[in-house]
């Protein structure tokens, strides 16, 4: 799936994923040719049986520091009304993918790019990094829908104090407040996110896309309906896959997972 893009970068290391957001000279801001060129990536991606895992990452000193602000300076209410729709359309899309997605917060994770990050599966964070959502710095609240997420993720009154004061969100506050998961060396990042990926990738495949899948649509359901359908896709892999994973236990030996193509 290598194909020529403008402002981000893909690279495959065997069942890993590699997608860098690629404008550093500014800070890999998000804008309508990004959302254009990340979406053509997930089409390919959802084609592609080989992908195990998706790493998003960024190029240069910046994850990436926001929605592109000279970009949003020229629209008109109709104009960003479209844009939040596009960014939030598309950051929904890794919630859906059928893949574990892990943010390598390699540097500024601002306003869009925090939201980005917010919207992987998995975040891991290098101790240089910032996160924030400064959006009212600017006159203006999140738009790729930074105002859900934040507070699913860290709670009411952690999610209102950042989003009010606009306050970068240091490594340790993160891994506090659990907004990301881990926290390494800037030069160990890459390093920790492969590790975390291949360690994802020797299990049951199955199981970890129903995991997710699980895990994501009970959010939306609520508790009941969720427990149903944890039931179901834990029933479902009863015969195959889980069978396999239990006998090998049982004997002692390592399970031999069929590659997920269901
Ligand atoms: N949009 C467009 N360009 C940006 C940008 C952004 N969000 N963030 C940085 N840049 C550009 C700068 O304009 C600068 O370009 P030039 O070299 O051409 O002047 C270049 O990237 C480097 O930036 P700085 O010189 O500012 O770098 P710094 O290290 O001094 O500061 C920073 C880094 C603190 C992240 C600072 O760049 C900054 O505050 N950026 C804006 C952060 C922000 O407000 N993000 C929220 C955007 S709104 C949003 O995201 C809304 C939404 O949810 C939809």
């Not at 990340?38 to 960024?58: K, P, Q, R, S, V």
């Not at 919207?119 to 203006?140: F, H, T, Y």
């Not at 179901?232 to 030996?253: P, Q």
């Amino acid at each position: 799936m290598e194909r020529a893009f403008n402002t981000i970068r893909s690279e495959e290391q065997g069942a890993v994923r590699l997608l860098f957001l690629n404008r550093p000279e500014a800070l890999n801001a998000l804008n309508g040719e990004v959302f254009r060129e990340m979406n053509l990536y997930l089409d390919a991606l959802e084609n592609d049986t080989g992908a195990g895992i998706l790493i998003i990452t960024g190029e240069g000193k910046a994850f990436a520091a926001g929605a592109d602000i000279a970009e949003m300076a020229e629209m008109d209410s109709e104009e960003a009304f479209l844009f939040s729709q596009t960014g939030q359309s598309l950051f929904s899309r890794l919630e859906t993918l059928p893949i574990p997605v892990i943010a390598a917060v390699n540097g500024y994770a601002l306003g869009g790019g925090c939201e980005l990050a917010m919207a992987c599966d998995i975040r891991i964070m290098s101790r240089k990094a910032r996160l924030g959502q400064p959006e009212v710095n600017l006159g203006l609240i999140p738009g790729f829908s930074g105002t859900q997420r934040m507070s699913r993720h860290i709670g009411l009154g952690n999610a209102l104090y950042y989003l009010f004061s606009a306050r970068q969100i240091d490594a340790e506050e993160a891994l506090r407040t659990g907004l990301v998961q881990q926290v390494t060396e800037a030069d160990e990042l890459m390093d920790a996110v492969t590790t975390l990926a291949e360690e994802i990738l020797a299990k049951g495949p199955q199981a970890i896309r129903k995991m997710k899948a699980v895990v994501r649509e009970g959010l939306e359901t609520g508790f009941s309906d969720g427990s149903i359908l944890e039931s179901r896709n834990f029933g479902s892999l009863f015969g195959g896959e889980g069978t396999e994973g239990m006998k090998a236990f049982l004997e002692k030996r390592k399970p031999e997972w069929k590659p997920d193509k269901t």
